[in-house]
Antibody
Framework: QITLKESGPTLVKPTQTLTLTCTFS??????????VGWIRQPPGKALEWLAL???????RYSPSLKSRLTITKDTSKNQVVLTMTNMDPVDTATYYC??????WGQGTLVTVSS | DIVMTQTPLSLSVTPGQPASISCKSS???????????LYWYLQKPGQSPQLLIY???SRFSGVPDRFSGSGSGTDFTLKISRVEAEDVGVYYC?????????FGPGTKVDIK
């Protein structure tokens, strides 16, 4: 059974750096072809793709957010970590991680406010 | 980036009646490998998106056969043959041929 779960702070202040962790089970990020990505959804709005890391450590980012995002993986811990710098209230959203855009975590709501 | 559009943006359906959602992409989603990378998701209230259809017309595991997808190139359609109460939520199409992945604005479906 494939599961993913996001974790991290629920509240961050403007200008701070957000660090989110996706902990997964049921698959290995060392398997050829596998990729884990991050997607976010502001309250009441549509989905926005953020970043993706592949089994071979190839990393891809949304062009509009590339300067603020870093995605890494820890295969031994079955985790993928996303950091986003210089947080702003407009970054308030539910952040999801997903395996190959097929299996999604439950999401974690991050609010940016002073 | 590939722009995805959906129509209508909202839909109110009587149970047992059919429903149809259109999705258009700004570029062809046909890959050189012969596959077309168009996906449909349903986000039920308070839940994360769940995959319904992949590669235009293939139903994901466990998806009822009342859901069907069709289309090619840049024009796609999701059809629900007989809407049930559990089908309420927001439906999104997504292109999977280019990065960044991009989603449509969503179509909100509710029951009359």
């Amino acid at each position: 059974q494939i599961t993913l779960k996001e974790s991290g702070p629920t509240l961050v202040k403007p200008t701070q750096t957000l660090t989110l962790t996706c902990t997964f089970s049921g698959f290995s990020l060392s398997t050829s072809g596998v990729g884990v990505g991050w997607i976010r959804q502001p309250p009441g709005k549509a989905l926005e793709w953020l970043a993706l890391i592949y089994w071979n450590d190839d990393k891809r980012y949304s062009p509009s957010l590339k300067s603020r995002l870093t995605i890494t993986k820890d295969t031994s811990k079955n985790q993928v970590v996303l950091t986003m710098t210089n947080m702003d209230p407009v970054d308030t959203a539910t952040y999801y991680c997903a395996l190959s855009m097929v299996y999604w975590g439950q999401g974690t709501l991050v609010t940016v406010s002073s | 980036d590939i722009v995805m559009t959906q129509t209508p943006l909202s839909l109110s359906v009587t149970p047992g009646q059919p429903a149809s959602i259109s999705c258009k992409s700004s570029q062809s989603l046909l890959h050189s490998d012969g596959k077309t990378y168009l996906y449909w998701y349903l986000q039920k209230p308070g839940q994360s998106p769940q995959l319904l259809i992949y590669e235009v017309s293939s139903r994901f595991s466990g998806v009822p056969d009342r859901f069907s997808g069709s289309g090619s190139g840049t024009d796609f359609t999701l059809k629900i043959s007989r809407v049930e109460a559990e089908d309420v939520g927001v439906y999104y199409c997504m292109q999977g041929i280019h990065l960044p992945r991009t989603f449509g604005p969503g179509t909100k479906v509710d029951i009359k």
